[in-house]
């Protein structure tokens, strides 16, 4: 898990004829928890709690003036919140153990290190994906982060059937995670969309919207054959 009490990823992004632009995340070593003032109160005002808040929402304004996903996201937002969805750039990706680098257009680039910024948050229906940001995988394929989310969630039932005696191996409450999700995802593009950043930090989230759908539909459809046939070994 890298050195140090926390594990960073560096996000940097360089566009000829622009200055480079960086946001470094940082997380709990313990808790992948990021590490920022969520409580600020100098938080603007589409950062509040109540602003376009979620309707899944389980926090109240008195506990949680302001939005723990919004006050995450603060460092794109200040650097993107006027940048071009398809606009080119250089993005490298710095970790402890490795280097990650791509060009591509700046909304696939914001869409990897928005995921990353909006599970360790603090919001409590992102956290469930939380435990994916120990194997962050920047710019991922859809298989790729079909395949890791699975992965996680089977993990996540192990040791819920320790605690409990009971897990959830046929998937039925994942899906509804993945719902939740996508209502978390609707109500964000109208809070970011209130700033002006059409073209920008709201379109990101379109990345995670798709991920969720596809990964809904092909379990619902029993349609993980695709998947299936890498285990041959184990059956």
């Known amino acids: ?3 140090g009490e926390s594990i960073t990823y560096k996000y940097t992004f ?13 997380l709990a070593k313990d808790t992948l928890a990021l590490e920022h003032d ?3 109160a100098n938080a603007p005002d ?5 602003h376009s808040q979620c309707a899944n929402c389980p926090l109240k304004p008195e506990d949680s003036p302001n939005c723990p996903a919004a006050m995450g996201l603060l460092p794109v937002m200040d650097q993107f919140d006027q940048s071009i969805a398809r606009k080119l750039v250089d993005v490298t990706v710095e ?5 990650y680098s791509k060009k591509t257009n700046l909304q696939e680039a914001l869409g990897s290190l928005v995921g990353l910024l909006m599970v360790t948050s603090g919001c409590p229906v992102m956290a469930k994906f939380r435990p994916l940001a120990l194997t962050h995988l920047p710019f991922a394929t859809m298989d790729e982060t079909n395949f890791r989310m699975l992965s996680m969630y089977l ?3 192990f040791f819920v059937q320790k605690k409990t005696g009971e897990g959830d191996w046929d998937f039925k409450h994942f899906l509804e995670m993945h719902e939740e999700v996508r209502t ?3 109500s964000f593009h109208e809070r970011l969309a209130s700033v002006g950043g059409e073209e920008g930090s709201p379109a990101s989230l379109l990345i995670l919207d798709l991920f ?5 539909y092909s379990l619902e459809e029993g349609t993980l054959s695709e998947i299936k046939n890498i285990f041959e070994p184990y059956l």
């Open 1 to 3: 898990m890298g050195q």
């Open 14 to 26: 360089s566009t000829e004829g622009e200055p480079t632009r960086s946001v470094e995340v940082n």
């Open 38 to 40: 969520a409580a600020s």
């Open 46 to 50: 589409w950062a509040k709690l109540t």
């Open 95 to 99: 970790t402890a153990n490795r280097t």
């Open 155 to 157: 993990l996540a039932q």
């Open 184 to 186: 978390v995802n609707q």
């Open 212 to 216: 969720s759908r596809s990964l809904s």
